[in-house]
């Protein structure tokens, strides 16, 4: 497996993408989360129109979401064909119809090709073209999945936004990678997750590597040194850059 990350920033960071990562198992391609400036750093990497199989929307933030018709459209414009599979919690499939009315009027009836909705249940894992999913509630302002996906060699766990809960716990457990939000070097904000959290998480539910994502804008450039020094002491703990890739061995 494995995970270009190409954004690791929060919403209003000019200088990183929003989070999103796209993960290359064995059969299938899959991006997490498609905010507002996902689309342009996707297309970066992607040159031929099927080159996507799945799109995994943690919740409906626009730093998580509103890239989507973008996405929809320039696949469009590449002559894609194959279905496009979106992923995530009930209400995907009327949202992201509204999403793509409201940036583009009209064009949801000129696509050329399906797009395919699977919801997700917390409890119920989803088993698709060889990958198998499951999802929990994080505690966040709005009810967002954390995703595991289990290719039947790896673990990777992604939260989308928010703390974990005692159930995300269970899906993080023992994974072989955790793309984990860290808006803060400490629990400062509720319904975010912090590095110092993360480190706590990566100790109790034996995580074997954790890159830190959407790190609070001021909090990356001033609490630097104190990101590095323990960044240094816990060697699995990664901090990538746009654009990094992380393979899965
Ligand atoms: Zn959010
Ligand atoms: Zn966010």
Known sequence: MQVLCLGVGEACDSRHGNTSALITTKNSTILLDC???????FFGYCDEPDCLDFVWVSHFHGD???????????FWEMGRHKPLQLIGQQELEEKSITALELAYPGFAEKLSFPLQFHTITPGSPLLIEGLQLQAEQSAHSQRNYGLLIDDGIHRLYYSGDGRPTAKSRRLIHGCD????????????VPGHGSINGCLQLMEDENIKQLALLHIERTTRQVQKTAIEELLKQH????LPKDGELIILN
């Open 35 to 41: 905010g507002f400036s996902v689309p342009h750093r």
């Open 64 to 74: 998580h979401f509103f890239g989507l018709p973008l996405l929809l459209l320039r």
């Open 177 to 188: 990678l955790a793309l984990h939000e860290a808006f803060t070097l400490h629990n400062s």
């Open 235 to 238: 060697p699995g703990l990664l």
